[in-house]
């Protein structure tokens, strides 16, 4: 069976975008996949960067995918 997609607004502070998906959160993945890339700090780029003032920020668990995937997957 086909999975039923929808066209979704995904709006940020920079404007809004048409994306077609299966749901709004591969919606909103689409859009900051293209505009964010995520790589592990080594623990010289954290000292550097946070020598300039930017700050560590703790991201939190979802209740919906704690349940799913767990406390290390649930991010």
Known sequence: MA???RTYIVTSK???RLVVAASQ???IRHVVA???QAVAADGM???VLMEVGIKLE???V???NKDMFGDEQGA
């Open 34 to 36: 293209q505009d964010y």
């Open 14 to 16: 920079t404007g809004q």
């Open 62 to 64: 979802s209740p919906e």
């Open 3 to 5: 999975t039923v997609q």
């Open 25 to 27: 959160a591969q919606a």
């Open 45 to 47: 780029q954290v000292a």
């Open 58 to 60: 703790w991201a939190s």
